[in-house]
């Protein structure tokens, strides 16, 4: 039998396709309410979810990397309540591209959408999750600096370990909030974007236990890096 989720209340920000869909569709099954952001106005697999969630899913826009477009957001939401604030939003790109040979612009592409933008989402709508609610991010294992023994993915796993350290940074910050933190490591999964044809994991074999993970985590303080099994990454 599905569980009944702990997180009533969704706020997931990156849902049109990928990880952050099926994040979506995992949460809609088990009966949660779930607001989900796309970007841009073209229909999405999001959209094709609609009918079978009978009311419990609402879309909502959203480009991370565009500051008006999140104070927007937050102003359409400034009156309710989430139990759960999760940034999805990620991108990759070429895993063998070295500081050596990256551009300016590919490196600066990947530090702002991966680790300066989903920081900004949280401190923007933070205010709209309640004050025993969990706000979650998704990392990677690949951003942990500890288990960095073979390299590739130099730049993507930077972007990753940036947004760890800056979430630390939010985490002492807010040393007395009540409100749980998370950063999550899916796992390597295949037929995503970011995941790609050779990963191991399919999307079933992660998210719904990304989600037992996460909600298991309610009402627990601090900042907690956690992969799709519970397993704390090491730093
Ligand atoms: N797949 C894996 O193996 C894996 C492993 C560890 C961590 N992750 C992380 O999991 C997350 C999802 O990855 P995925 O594999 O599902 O990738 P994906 O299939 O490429 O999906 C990425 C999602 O992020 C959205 N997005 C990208 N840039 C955005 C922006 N500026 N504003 C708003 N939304 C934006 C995309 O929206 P559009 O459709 O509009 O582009 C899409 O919904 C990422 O944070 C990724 O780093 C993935």
Do not use: C
Request: proline residues 5%; charged residues 20%.
């Amino acid at each position: 039998m599905t569980p009944t989720p702990q997180h009533a209340t969704i706020l997931l920000i990156g849902a049109s396709r990928g990880l952050g869909y099926a994040l979506a569709a995992e949460y809609v099954g088990r009966g949660a309410h779930v607001v989900a952001t796309v970007r841009g106005p073209h229909r999405t697999a999001l959209h094709d979810l609609l009918p079978a969630a009978h009311g419990r899913l609402e879309i909502e826009h959203v480009d991370i990397n565009d500051p008006a477009q999140v104070l927007s957001l937050r102003d359409r939401l400034t009156a309710r309540t989430f139990d759960l604030l999760f940034v999805n939003a990620g991108v990759t790109n070429g895993p063998e591209e070295t500081v050596a040979d990256v551009t300016d612009a590919e490196f600066t592409r990947l530090m702002i959408t991966n680790a300066l933008s989903p920081m900004r989402v949280i401190e923007r709508l933070g205010k709209l999750v309640a004050a025993d609610g969990t706000i979650a991010i998704m990392s990677s294992g690949q951003g942990s600096i500890a288990n960095n023994e073979r390299g590739g993915f130099e730049i993507y796993r930077a972007s990753k370990s940036a947004l760890n350290q800056l979430m630390r940074s939010y985490a002492a910050r807010h040393r007395d909030d009540s409100r749980t933190l998370l950063l999550t490591a899916p796992g390597w999964i295949r037929d995503t974007g970011v995941g790609g044809p050779a990963a191991p994991l399919t999307i079933g074999e992660s998210i719904p236990r990304l989600v037992t993970v996460i909600d298991a985590q309610r009402h627990r303080t601090g900042l907690h890096y956690l992969d799709h099994l519970g397993r704390t990454v090491a730093w």
